[in-house]
């Protein structure tokens, strides 16, 4: 695992299209992301205040199974830690899918019960 560079981002946005989901765009990045070449993508995305969201989780889906789990596993635990050492006392998830919704459980978030909506500003 490593920190996520923008030369990943065509492989994060092949990974994208084959699930038919919509491409991120450079200003769309966190500036702290991490990657499992091959395999998994996430992002810190800090914030002006003492909140931080994990967001962007992607995976390559051709990649085995077990890989992904074991991708995100890392990538989840990173992610947090690089949150705590920046001084976030909370942490945000945003969730698309089941199996991230268990690994969140597994982290110890909570279900909070709000909508997220979305304003396209371009």
Not at 96 to 121: C, M, Y
Request: aromatic share 10%.
């Amino acid at each position: 695992m490593r920190q996520f560079q923008v030369t990943d981002l065509a492989e994060m946005n092949g990974w994208l299209r084959e699930r038919g989901q919509s491409e991120y765009s450079v200003e769309a990045l966190s500036a702290f992301g991490l990657f499992v070449p091959g395999v998994a993508v996430g992002f810190l995305y800090a914030t002006d205040s003492s909140i931080c969201l994990l967001e962007g989780y992607v995976t390559n889906p051709r990649a085995e199974a077990d890989d992904r789990h074991q991708a995100l596993e890392a990538i989840t635990t990173g992610l947090i830690t690089k949150a705590k050492e920046r001084g976030s006392q909370h942490v945000v998830a945003l969730v698309r899918s089941f199996d991230i919704t268990q690994r969140a459980r597994a982290h110890g978030f909570n279900r909070v019960p709000e909508q997220v909506w979305t304003k396209d500003l371009r």
